[in-house]
């Protein structure tokens, strides 16, 4: 899959290294090949600060709270499309904004920051493509496979 994943640190509240990095990258490829994607792609992941992240969600939700990640599909991709590209063509899929203080907050023994930042990478590339938790049946079926993606990645 030619898949590319373009990262920018934004926030300077927490250290993110190369591993991270990597990490985010993979995540995104193995998340598009659980999801059966394969024609190439991009992804826009932005690593934004508590108060950036505040100011999104208030601005695209009405939500005057910080919280970990959004999610802004491109409307580029429907499910079950299958994308007409040209040869060195990749379809834009969206952006996603990750707190990194929040992934580091929300991490705990045995679940790294690095392992939240993966988690929340996998939870918005399924978003970006098409997939919500609106309701228990959604969410069950959401958070089943965010979790057969992030074992994937200890078969990496």
Do not use: W
């Not at 695209?60 to 409307?75: H, K, N």
């Not at 990478?121 to 993606?149: C, P, W, Y």
Request: proline share 6%; charged share 30%; hydrophobic share 35%.
């Amino acid at each position: 899959m030619n898949t590319r994943t373009y990262i920018d640190n934004a926030q300077d509240e927490r250290p993110v290294g190369p591993k991270t990095l990597a990490g985010i990258r993979r995540t995104v490829v193995n998340t598009l090949e659980y999801m059966g994607i394969d024609f190439p792609c991009e992804v826009s992941v932005k690593l934004v600060s508590r108060e950036e992240i505040k100011q999104l969600n208030n601005d695209f939700r009405g939500i005057d709270d910080p919280t970990d990640v959004l999610s802004f599909p491109s409307g580029e991709y429907e499910p079950g499309d299958e994308p007409e590209l040209g040869r060195n063509e990749r379809l834009f899929l969206g952006d996603m904004a990750i707190c990194v203080d929040i992934a580091y907050k929300q991490a705990y023994p045995g679940h790294t920051p690095r392992m939240e930042i993966e988690l929340l990478t996998a939870h918005s590339v399924l978003h970006l493509l098409g997939l919500d938790h609106r309701n228990k049946k959604e969410e069950k079926d959401m958070f089943s496979k965010q979790e057969a993606i992030l074992k994937m990645r200890k078969a990496d």
